[in-house]
Nanobody, 128 residues
Framework: QVQLVESGGGLVQAGGSLRLSCVAA??????????MGWFRQAPEKEREFVAA????????YYATSVSGRFIISRDNAKDTVYLQMNSLKPEDTAVYYC???????????????????WGQGTQVTVSS
């Protein structure tokens, strides 16, 4: 079982930065072995992939829309994954979700439906 709690969202002006955190409570396996991803969902839109680590933690994936601006990182000692968001744009406004899966193939890393667990989300609003 995994429980995820996101934090760090807020209101920021375009061009600003935010850092999101996601703390995991994990039973039965090590946090370091979990693939971790960030997704977001804007009003009336489908949930979309933002960034992720592979299960091995050695590979990072980014959506084209955030590549070069967002950085995903993790601290396995703290069971926490982060999303550093820089040069924010109004189109980044959404609820951001941290997600993980018991088993995740590399081909499914960017697929929201492939993940088993997610948190309550944290709202990010970017004003123009």
């Amino acid at each position: 079982q995994v429980q995820l709690v996101e934090s760090g969202g807020g209101l920021v002006q375009a061009g600003g930065s935010l850092r999101l955190s996601c703390v995991a409570a994990v039973s039965g396996r090590a946090f370091s072995s979990l693939p971790m991803g960030w997704f977001r969902q804007a009003p009336e839109k489908e949930r979309e992939f933002v960034a992720a680590f592979s299960a091995s933690g050695r590979t990072q994936y980014y959506a084209t829309s955030v590549s070069g601006r967002f950085i995903i990182s993790r601290d396995n000692a703290k069971d926490t994954v982060y999303l550093q968001m820089n040069s924010l744009k109004p189109e980044d406004t959404a609820v951001y979700y941290c997600e993980t899966a018991a088993v995740l193939a590399s081909k499914d890393v960017t697929t929201a439906g492939a993940y088993d667990y997610w948190g309550q989300g944290t709202q990010v609003t970017v004003s123009s």
